[in-house]
């Protein structure tokens, strides 16, 4: 069993001011996200109703396992400033001891209603970036597809108060929400950052996988979904990169069927190649990847919009 006083940890490698650099990554086992009615997102099963001292043992231990990393990212399935979910006192605690630990960067998630300029003046001076879910900049989607429950103006406003205190935004965009056709989640995704990329620094594109307990998990049984191609994610980075923006991918389960997938023969190869464009931002690593199954992915691309249901 998890013990609560454990956050989950992991260490990679991460990019900061174009140097690759090592990162800890701290999942603080909070009590989930408020809001916790998007259509992909099983983080919930996650959750823990922790009480201020088991969060503090969380992230005594989280900072006794630094080693040498410069970057920290401290996630919580949720809102890292969403009192309810995140007290102050211990948002304030967990800058205390960043701040002593001599980092030189500290990420986290928010919703854009959390994002204040109040919670954020005692952050003044931290290399301070803030990934926002924003998944898509159509709202329709955003609503239909995705039910996240806000709008692109209210992105807007949180990336602009970030901004304007100084702090990074980073987006988070999701490729292929349920509901849409490979190809539509394809131009979804370009549209989005072109969009969004004015009030953007660093852009994320999350692949859905399909996680346990959501509307995506029981449309994909009923073979009504089908996670993204893996080519899908390659062409939305070419176009992003095009489009002049700093874009990062973490193929999370690719290769597997509830995760991000091609034929199942290239799938290693070419999620090796999104991570390592992400970690190098040099986009030859994303040329001349091949395999017979490219074939299969544009017939996808150009079918599904009038099939509606996944062919392959
Ligand atoms: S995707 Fe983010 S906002 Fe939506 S339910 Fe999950 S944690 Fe909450
Ligand atoms: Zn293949």
């Not at 986009?283 to 074939?295: A, F, Q, T």
Request: charged share 30%; hydrophobic share 40%; net charge neutral.
């Amino acid at each position: 069993m998890t013990s609560i006083s454990k956050p989950i940890i992991w260490k990679e490698k991460e990019r900061l001011d174009g140097e690759i650099v090592n990162c800890m990554t701290v999942i603080l086992r909070t009590r989930g996200c408020s809001w916790d009615r998007c259509y992909m997102c099983g983080y919930t099963s996650d959750a823990y109703p922790a009480s201020e001292e088991e969060l503090i043992q969380q992230i005594n231990y989280a900072f006794e396992q630094l080693e040498n990393e410069q970057v920290l990212k401290i996630f919580t399935s949720g809102s890292f400033f969403d009192d309810a979910e995140v007290p102050p006192k211990i948002r304030a605690y967990i800058l205390e001891r960043f701040n002593q630990a001599g980092l030189k960067k500290l990420i986290v998630e928010s919703r854009p209603e959390y994002i204040a300029e109040d919670k954020l003046k005692e952050f003044e001076g931290v290399n301070l970036e803030v990934g926002i879910g924003l998944e898509t900049a159509n709202d329709r989607i955003r609503e239909l597809c995705i039910n996240k429950g806000f709008s692109f103006d209210d992105f807007k406003r949180a990336a602009t108060v970030l901004r304007n205190e100084g702090f990074r935004v980073k987006c988070y965009l999701l490729l292929k929400p349920p509901f849409l056709a490979e190809g539509e989640a394809i131009e979804d995704a370009i549209k989005s950052v072109i969009a969004a990329k004015k009030y953007v620094d660093v852009f994320s594109l999350n692949l859905t996988n399909v996680q346990k307990g959501t509307l995506v998990e029981r449309l994909w049984r009923a073979k009504l979904y089908r996670p993204p191609w893996l080519w899908s994610a390659v062409e939305v980075l070419r176009e992003a990169k095009e489009a002049g923006v700093e874009i990062l991918s973490d193929p999370v389960a690719a290769g597997k069927q509830r995760g991000p997938h091609n034929c199942g023969k290239c799938d290693e190869k070419v999620a090796r190649a999104i991570r390592d464009f992400s970690l190098t931002q040099d986009i030859s690593l994303l040329e001349g990847l091949d395999c017979k199954c490219l074939e299969k992915w544009k017939k996808a691309v150009e079918l599904e919009k009038s099939s509606r249901v996944p062919l392959f």
